[in-house]
């Protein structure tokens, strides 16, 4: 078994805890600052206060996931509005809600979701928007943001299966051509749709 494949291995959970840890200082970083709310990111449907929004309901909403719920994404919450800047404490807080809800027993079999998809692609989903969201905000913010390669190593399977149904369900767009000395995260961004050179 290869480095990449025994990574892909390692528990969903384990992997929201490391991703958890390096996206929590990105948005603690935003705070309740107007003008780095207001910026474009890489998702050009959203700002930052938008994306942050999104990354929110996405971490509350998959722990309905992880427990055989569905999750319901029909309202957009403005948690960023909730109580000025110490909404990075909550998003910390429901972060391990997350990594908690993924770590029970049999939260990583069978299938979640309305979709009937494999717990462990609905779980690599958070990861993913966990990952690549806190990078959108670090460049749209101007921080520095590289995820932890064992993280990487993780998704780069999940991504590469879900990639024709995320260009369907437009959440990903085309993928972006890299040359030879990409690393391993600028590959999987670039299946995503996103171009590192444009936001370098």
């Keep these: 078994m290869s480095q990449s494949e025994s990574q892909s291995q390692k528990r969903i959970s384990d992997l929201l805890d490391v991703a958890a840890a390096q996206a929590v200082p990105v948005l603690r970083g935003i705070g309740s600052d107007e003008k780095l709310l207001g ?3 890489p998702c050009a449907e959203y700002d930052v206060r938008a994306l ?24 957009s919450p ?6 000025g ?14 990594v908690a809800a993924w770590a029970e027993p049999g ?14 692609t609905v779980g690599s989903m958070a990861l993913l928007d966990l990952t690549v969201h806190a990078w959108d905000l670090a460049r749209a913010t101007g921080r520095p943001f590289e995820p932890d390669p064992a993280v990487v190593d ?19 767009g085309d993928a972006v051509s890299v040359g030879d000395s ?6 999987l961004l670039a299946v995503t749709g996103r171009d590192v050179r444009v936001w370098a």
């Excluded at 299938?111 to 998809?117: C, E, I, K, V, Y």
């Design 39 to 41: 910026a474009r990111t």
């Design 52 to 75: 942050v929004n999104h990354l929110f309901q996405v971490v509350v909403q998959f722990q309905e996931l992880a427990a055989k719920r569905d999750a319901d994404f029909s309202a």
């Design 107 to 120: 939260a990583e079999e069978g299938a979640s979701g309305s979709m009937g998809l494999p717990a462990r």
């Design 182 to 187: 990409a690393t391993a995260f600028e590959r």
């Design 78 to 83: 403005d948690y960023v509005a909730e109580g």
């Design 154 to 172: 993780g998704l780069a399977p999940e991504v590469e299966r879900m990639a024709p149904m995320g260009r369907r369900m437009n959440v990903f």
């Design 85 to 98: 800047g110490a909404w990075a404490d909550r998003f910390e807080a429901e972060t391990r809600k997350l």
